[in-house]
């Protein structure tokens, strides 16, 4: 007998007066974000969202946020390069978070709590205490789903990104402003001390007659380049794995993944396609079965993970170390040895550039948006929207607040994760102020 289809299930629970209990929780959050807003080689939380692969001569915005909670993956050890998935493959597993810049949220879009079955239900006509055998719709809130069986319907998430009014912008440096000075105002008596008091409000400011000329000079420096103003860029990309993903917590239905078929691919080693054909990320990158084959000591196969991972050394350094690569097949001992390499043979560390217009891992990862967008005076543009809709319409069955916890929702992936990347493409920092609305609905009752 074929399935019932949509319409025909919403005719029978009409019929049945089940799931007409409708259910909003809303998302808000809103804040800014800024470059190198990451503290690297610290021993705290922030540390582990510094990139190891990225060129850190400029500024660099990178921050990120997740739909629902941060899978946990593998990092550069060498455990998790063999065949048959074991139990160390996940005693060691890190969040999918590492690498990936300022951690925004969580913003646990799937927690909807429910009421229960028999619940005290206080309101017109009831006495404390008193409880139903099930929840009455018409005294339940809005914002709590009736019963445990139900339906997740949707969810719908918009992003508004804007440039705050006051961003600093990094000054040119006394010696483009000396040359500038001599040759266009004549002036040799200015010095590189009048030049800071400019720009240090707390201190005396220089006469009138140089801080003009510095001003001047500052002009002609500013019309030379050729957009005039900072050449903010910024990309977008939001994503999740191409199958179910796995967190090692009891708030999640991590037992049904991992039966159903888990994957454990980290994307801070693989999210982006390097020059090479190898997959790379902020932590370094994944080899491949069929360019590497001299690296397979004792058959352990590849793909494997280089880079840095974080973890505590043996003198109980907490911070971010080599991971682990096999030695190629010529060389001594034939074992894993300490010694990463952050980037394949021929490719080297990622630029700004780079990062804007380095193709994704579409193999590996679903890619729901990869957009590129231009913000400031010379693009005649502020703001940035995006609206995200997930149409979902699946049943789900649990009591627990957190829905990933039903089993009928096992066999698919809601962990999206949302990067941002942005720069100046220079020395100017990048500042991003964030707004985020979401609505997840659903159905029970």
């Known amino acids: 007998m074929a399935p019932f289809n949509t319409n025909q299930v919403k005719y029978i629970q009409a019929v049945a007066g089940r799931q007409q209990h409708s259910t909003l ?6 804040g800014v974000i800024k470059s190198g807003y990451f503290a690297a080689g610290s021993n705290d939380w922030s540390a582990q969202e510094t990139p190891q692969t990225f060129y850190a001569g400029d500024p660099l915005l990178l921050a990120q946020f997740a739909l629902h909670e941060y899978p ?99 000054h040119p440096t006394w010696a483009e402003i000396e040359a500038i000075l001599k040759e266009r105002t004549g002036s040799t008596t200015i010095e590189s001390t009048d030049y800071d008091e400019y720009w240090a409000p707390a201190t005396a400011s220089p006469v009138a007659s140089i801080r003009d000329a510095i001003k001047a000079a500052l002009d002609i420096h500013a019309r030379s380049h050729p957009m005039h103003t900072p ?41 982006f396609m390097g020059q ?73 560390n990622f630029t700004h550039r780079d990062l804007m217009t380095m193709p994704l891992n579409k193999n590996d990862y679903v890619v729901m948006r990869d957009v590129r967008f231009f913000l400031g005076q010379s693009q005649g543009k502020s703001h940035f929207e995006d609206v995200f809709d997930f149409d979902f319409n699946d049943p789900i069955n649990t009591a627990h607040t957190d829905l990933m916890t039903s089993d009928t929702l096992s066999n698919k992936n809601y962990r999206w994760h949302c990067v941002i990347i942005g720069t100046s493409n220079g020395q100017d920092p990048v500042h991003l102020n964030y707004e985020i609305r979401g609505t997840t609905a659903c159905q029970s009752g």
């Open 231 to 271: 050449h903010y860029e910024f990309r977008l990309i939001m994503f999740r794995n191409r199958i179910n993903t796995y967190r090692g917590s009891g708030s999640s239905n991590s037992l049904d993944a991992i039966r159903n078929g888990v994957s454990l691919l980290n994307p801070g080693y693989d999210l």
């Open 276 to 348: 090479t054909g190898r997959p790379r990320g902020p932590l370094g990158y994944r080899t491949s079965p069929k360019l590497d084959k001299n690296l397979d000591p004792n058959g352990a196969p590849a793909p494997y993970y280089s880079g840095r991972r974080w973890g505590t050394d043996s003198n109980a350094v907490t911070d971010w170390m080599p991971g682990v690569i096999p030695q190629a097949g010529s060389d001594a001992g034939h074992h894993y040895t300490s010694g990463e390499k952050l980037f394949p043979d021929g490719e080297a």
């Open 72 to 170: 946990h993956a593998w990092d550069a050890r060498g455990v998790h390069n063999n065949d048959i998935l074991e139990a160390a493959d996940f005693e060691n597993v890190v969040a999918t978070s590492q690498g990936f810049g300022q951690s925004i949220a969580e913003l646990r879009a799937l927690d909807v709590p429910c009421i229960g079955e028999s619940e005290d239900m206080r309101g017109p006509g009831n006495y404390a205490g008193h409880t139903k055998d099930r929840a009455d719709d018409e005294w339940i809130p809005s914002t709590i789903r009736a019963t445990p069986d139900g339906f997740l319907k949707s969810l719908n998430l918009k992003l508004r990104l804007t440039l705050p009014t006051n961003i600093p912008v990094a």
């Open 25 to 30: 929780r809303a998302i808000n959050l809103n």
